[in-house]
């Protein structure tokens, strides 16, 4: 099993910028989405629109799961084709206008654009803060590529709350 903390996995969590989250719509249905996220204490930040299936779908239902896929390569053969290394875990979304964001996160997924809480025509921008809750299971993260052939070693699990 890999050797990993929870700081380890949060690092990995800072650098990527796709992630996909499932929820279930009000009718029990399974959705996926994938957003890009920013990291912020230890949250996972995103934003939609209110007239998104998505932030109907979290707004009605919070729980969520995430997957996070982590590109991996072999150095200097790069035509060798590598499963990626996954990060996944449960989570709880809140939902609240953009404006409300924390400035970090707001000013890092909303460049460039005008934020109101009326959206008008368009609808509003809102963002969407997942905390993990529970263990991330990993696969291939803090591995080698050879490493990852070997299903026990690449296997990892951590809480996601050690601080």
Same mark, same amino acid.
């Given at each position: 099993?890999?050797?990993?903390?929870?700081?380890?996995?949060?690092?990995?969590?800072?650098?990527?910028?796709?992630? !996909?989250?499932?929820?279930?719509?009000?009718?029990?249905? +399974? *959705?996926? #989405?994938?957003?890009?996220?920013? %990291? =912020?204490?230890?949250?996972?930040?995103?934003?939609?629109?209110?007239?998104?299936?998505?932030?109907?779908?979290?707004?009605?239902?919070?729980?969520?799961?995430?997957?996070?896929?982590?590109?991996?390569?072999?150095?200097?053969?790069?035509?060798?084709?590598?499963?990626?290394?996954?990060?996944?875990?449960?989570?709880?979304?809140? !939902?609240?206008?953009?404006?409300?964001?924390?400035?970090? +996160? *707001?000013? #890092?997924?909303?460049?460039?654009? %005008? =934020?109101?809480?009326?959206?008008?025509?368009?609808?509003?921008?809102?963002?969407?803060?997942?905390?993990?809750?529970?263990?991330?299971?990993?696969?291939?993260?803090?591995?080698?590529?050879?490493?990852?052939?070997?299903?026990?070693?690449?296997?990892?699990?951590?809480?996601?709350?050690?601080?």
């Amino acid at each position: 099993m890999a050797d990993l903390t929870t700081d380890d996995v949060w690092r990995v969590l800072e650098k990527q910028n796709f992630m !996909v989250v499932g929820m279930v719509s009000a009718r029990g249905k +399974a *959705r996926t #989405a994938g957003v890009m996220p920013f %990291t =912020l204490d230890r949250t996972l930040w995103f934003t939609t629109n209110d007239r998104e299936w998505k932030a109907r779908h979290i707004a009605f239902n919070p729980e969520v799961s995430v997957t996070v896929a982590i590109p991996k390569r072999v150095p200097l053969l790069p035509w060798i084709k590598v499963p990626a290394a996954t990060i996944t875990f449960s989570g709880i979304a809140e !939902v609240m206008p953009a404006t409300r964001m924390p400035d970090a +996160a *707001r000013q #890092a997924l909303t460049q460039g654009l %005008t =934020l109101s809480e009326d959206g008008g025509a368009h609808g509003s921008l809102l963002g969407i803060g997942v905390r993990p809750v529970g263990d991330f299971v990993t696969y291939g993260v803090g591995v080698s590529v050879v490493r990852m052939r070997d299903t026990n070693a690449a296997r990892g699990r951590v809480s996601s709350n050690d601080q």
